[in-house]
C-alpha cells in the first residue's frame, strides 16, 4: 500500500507539488488577510462594504449596503458585483468577514491549477508546467489583489482563468459557465467575455454561432448595466466616469472619444506613472507575453480602463485593480514560451524555466507584499494592534438600534449593521461614535480626525465613554451605552 501511495506521488510529482504550493500558499495569505483584519488593518472601504453586502443578503435584505453617510442603497449603484449574492450561503456556516477572506485565498490558489493546466496543455512539458503554477503564486499582482480585502473582482483571476482552460480543451458548456461566473464579479468583465465570443466567431464554422451569442449578450448585458441599471440605482452616470473626464462625460462620449483619439490614448499611457505600472505588470514573466501577443486581447479592456483613469490608485499593483489583468498575462506568456521553444528548440527548458524565475524573483523583491521584499506588507504581523481584544469587545456591546459613525479601519468590524457613517461623514447625528486615531490613510487626515476627537471632547451633546490608545469612542448624553 505505501509502496503504491509512493508511485502515485512519483508519476504525479509535479502534481503533489503543485498542491503542496497550493497549502502554502493558503496557509500564509489567510493568516497574513485574518491579521489585517485582527489588527485593523482593513477598513469599510473594502471589506465591510462586501461583508454588509453578503449579511444583508443572507438576511433577506437582498445586495444592498449602506453609503459612507449610513444611507441604505443598493449595491448596484456603484457596481454590478452579484457575486455577492452567491457568496452569501458560505455566511451560514461562518457569517464573519473572514470567511470572505478565507475564500478569496482559496480561490485566488485553485488559480495556478488552470494556469498549470493550460500550460501543459500547450507545452506538452509538466516542468514547465509546474514552474508556470508557482510563479503565479509568486506573482506580486496577484499577491497584493490577495492582501488588499476583499473584492468580488479577484475570483475572476480564477474563473477567467478557467475559462480560458475551457476554451482551449473546446469544452463550451464549461466556457459559458465560467464567462458567467466571472461577468458577476463586475460589470466591465462582461467586455472580456466578448472578446472570447469573437475568438469563436473566427475560430470553426460550428463555434461561430455561439461566438455570435456571447458577443451579443455580453454587450448587451454591459450596455444594460452601464447605461441603465448602475446610473438607475446611483441616481447618477457610475461613478467612475469622472475618472475618464478627460475623454468626456458620459460612456458614449468616452468610448465615441476612444476610438476617435488614439494619440490622445498615447499621450495619455506615457504620463506619471503608468510606464512603471506596466514593468510592474509584465516584467515578473521576463516579458515573455509580448512574443506571442495575440491572447493579450483579453486584458486590453482593464489595462485601458487602467492607464487611461486620471485615479492614480488604478495604475498600481497594490490594489485589486490587476485582477482580470493577471490571467491573460500568464495566457500569453505561455504562449510566448511555446513561441521561443519553436525559434530555439535546441535550447534546454531548464535555462527558459531559470530565466523566469529569476524575473519572477526579482519582481517579487521589488515589488510584492512578502517578508524579506524591499517594500514588504507585514505590518499585520511586526505592528500589532494594541489592546485589539478590548476594542473588539466595546465594539460588540454597541446595541444595534444605536447609528455608528466610525473611522474607516473600524468599518469592517462594525459591517453586520445596516447602517454605518464613515467619518468625516455622520458624526453629527450619530448616537455612537467612535475614532481609531492610527490610519496612515485617514480622511481627511490623522490630524484632521484628531482635531474631531478634541472638538468632541467639547461638544454639548457627547460625552467620551471610552479610551483606550489610539481608541476613542463618544456617545450622546442620554443614551445607555
Not at 89 to 96: D, G, K, S
Not at 371 to 393: A, H, L, V
Request: aromatic fraction near 16%; glycine fraction near 6%; charged fraction near 15%.
Amino acid at each position: 500500500m505505501q509502496n503504491k501511495i509512493f508511485q502515485i506521488i512519483f508519476s504525479r510529482k509535479q502534481e503533489f507539488v503543485l498542491a503542496i504550493l497550493i497549502c502554502i500558499y493558503i496557509l500564509y495569505f489567510t493568516t497574513a488577510s485574518f491579521l489585517r483584519y485582527d489588527n485593523f488593518y482593513t477598513g469599510r472601504f473594502d471589506l465591510g462594504n462586501m461583508d454588509q453586502t453578503v449579511w444583508n443578503t443572507i438576511n433577506g435584505r437582498i445586495f444592498q449596503a449602506s453609503t459612507g453617510d449610513g444611507s441604505i442603497i443598493s449595491r448596484l449603484s456603484a457596481h454590478a458585483d452579484f457575486m455577492l449574492i452567491l457568496l452569501a450561503p458560505f455566511y451560514l456556516i461562518w457569517p464573519h468577514p473572514k470567511m470572505l477572506l478565507f475564500i478569496q485565498s482559496v480561490v485566488l490558489s485553485i488559480g495556478a491549477i488552470f494556469v498549470f493546466l493550460i500550460a501543459k496543455e500547450i507545452l506538452k512539458n509538466k516542468n514547465l508546467a509546474l514552474t508556470f503554477g508557482f510563479l503565479f503564486l509568486m506573482n506580486p499582482s496577484l499577491q497584493f489583489t490577495n492582501l488588499y480585502d476583499f473584492h468580488p473582482v479577484t475570483i475572476a483571476t480564477t474563473t477567467l482563468l478557467a475559462s480560458f482552460y475551457f476554451f482551449l480543451k473546446k469544452k463550451y458548456s464549461l466556457l459559458v459557465l465560467f464567462l458567467i461566473l466571472s461577468g458577476l464579479a463586475k460589470e466591465q468583465i462582461w467586455i472580456i467575455a466578448s472578446i472570447f465570443g469573437l475568438f469563436l466567431l473566427f475560430m470553426t464554422k460550428k463555434t461561430k454561432i455561439l461566438g455570435i451569442g456571447i458577443i451579443f449578450f455580453s454587450l448587451i448585458i454591459f450596455g444594460y448595466l452601464i447605461w441603465n441599471a448602475i446610473p438607475k440605482n446611483a441616481g447618477g452616470q457610475h461613478f467612475a466616469l469622472s475618472y475618464y473626464s478627460s475623454f468626456g462625460n458620459s460612456p458614449g462620449q468616452i468610448i465615441k472619444n476612444l476610438l476617435l483619439s488614439p494619440q490622445k490614448i498615447i499621450s495619455t499611457i506615457l504620463e506619471g506613472g503608468r510606464l512603471e505600472y506596466l514593468k510592474q505588470v509584465f516584467m515578473p514573466l521576463g516579458f515573455v507575453s509580448l512574443l506571442s501577443p495575440m491572447y493579450l486581447i483579453l486584458a486590453i479592456p482593464d489595462l485601458l480602463i487602467n492607464l487611461l483613469s486620471n485615479n492614480t490608485q488604478l495604475h498600481q499593483i497594490y490594489y485589486q485593480y490587476s485582477a482580470t489583468i493577471t490571467p491573460f498575462i500568464f495566457a500569453s506568456s505561455i504562449y510566448g514560451v511555446k513561441q521561443f521553444i519553436k525559434w530555439f528548440p535546441k535550447i534546454p527548458k531548464i535555462y527558459i524555466i531559470i530565466y523566469l524565475l529569476i524575473f519572477t524573483c526579482l519582481s517579487a523583491y521589488l515589488s510584492g507584499p512578502l517578508p524579506g521584499s524591499r517594500n514588504s506588507n507585514f505590518d499585520m504581523f511586526t505592528k500589532p494592534q494594541e489592546e485589539k481584544q478590548t476594542i473588539e469587545n466595546f465594539l460588540s456591546r454597541i446595541p444595534a438600534k444605536y447609528s455608528i459613525a466610525a473611522t474607516n479601519n473600524l468599518g469592517s468590524h462594525l459591517s453586520h449593521r445596516q447602517k454605518v457613517s464613515t467619518i468625516p461623514v455622520g458624526i453629527e447625528n450619530a448616537d455612537v461614535v467612535i475614532f481609531l486615531l492610527n490610519d496612515r490613510f485617514a480622511k481627511p487626515s490623522l490630524k484632521g480626525q484628531a482635531e474631531m476627537v478634541n472638538k468632541m471632547r467639547h461638544d454639548r451633546n457627547y460625552v467620551q465613554v471610552f479610551r483606550i490608545g489610539d481608541f476613542v469612542a463618544f456617545k450622546k448624553r442620554g443614551y445607555l451605552l
